[in-house]
Nanobody, 117 residues
């Protein structure tokens, strides 16, 4: 499975961005997809996740009510709509796909989101 993120950039506080993750390869094996982020000097953390059917989502407390995760299985894409962005949201955002059958985590190379105050 290959994952490619897009949509990052520079935005002012209070603004919005929409990240996209394009998946290719053995996407049928993916069970859960998610967005993680890593700020300078900090550990990578889970931002949001969504199950294969899109029926179940999970969010970090810090983004609840501001971010929305979704996926379009027909297009093999996952999205993260980010609203009311804050400077503390500045980080590299990574797309993740997890396969329970082969017990593997797949990662994209990341896209940088910078929120200016």
């Amino acid at each position: 499975v290959q994952l490619v993120e897009s949509g990052g950039g520079l935005v002012q506080a209070g603004g919005s961005l929409r990240l996209s993750c394009a998946a290719s390869g053995s996407t049928f094996s993916i069970n859960v997809m998610g967005w993680y982020r890593q700020a300078p000097g900090k550990q990578r953390e889970l931002v949001a996740s969504i199950t294969s059917g899109g029926g179940s989502t999970n969010y970090a407390d810090s983004v609840k009510g501001r971010f929305t995760i979704s996926r379009d299985n027909a297009k093999n894409r996952m999205y993260l709509q980010m609203n009311s962005l804050k400077p503390e949201d500045t980080a590299v955002y990574y797309c993740n796909a997890r396969s329970y059958s082969v017990r593997v985590d797949y990662w994209g190379k990341g896209t940088l989101v910078t929120v200016s105050s």
